[in-house]
Nanobody, 121 residues
Framework: QVHLVESGGGLVQPGGSLRLSCAASGNIFMIYNMEWYRQAPGNQRELVAG???????NYADSVKGRFTISRDNAKNTVYLQMNSLKPEDTAVYYC???????????????WGQGIQVTVSS
């Protein structure tokens, strides 16, 4: 089993910044892609950004130029630097990781519990 724990959320004013972290722990053999999703009230969960093990990144159009995803493979951790935050960025943010628990296990996607980000004056 692999556990993901997000941290770094909270309340910030419009135009401000936050840095989210997501640390994976447990029976980890290899972590492949890692992603950040978000879900606002009444909306579907949407992909915010993703990053491969070799650090290739992709972003939703709504966050391009404002958010940066990165990862530390040695620490099994993914980060989301969020700048120029807008009220419409308010949501619960979730991380996930595609991981194996042994050399012969299948890849599974594990999710964190989510963390609230609120952008408001």
């Amino acid at each position: 089993q692999v556990h993901l724990v997000e941290s770094g959320g909270g309340l910030v004013q419009p135009g401000g910044s936050l840095r989210l972290s997501c640390a994976a722990s447990g029976n980890i053999f290899m972590i492949y892609n890692m992603e950040w999703y978000r879900q606002a009230p009444g909306n579907q969960r949407e992909l915010v950004a993703g990053i491969t093990r070799s650090h290739a990144a992709n972003y939703a159009d709504s966050v391009k130029g404002r958010f940066t995803i990165s990862r530390d493979n040695a620490k099994n951790t993914v980060y989301l630097q969020m700048n120029s935050l807008k009220p419409e960025d308010t949501a619960v943010y979730y991380c996930n990781a595609d991981s194996t628990t042994s050399a012969i296990s299948s890849v599974r996607t594990y999710w964190g519990q989510g963390i609230q980000v609120t952008v408001s004056s």
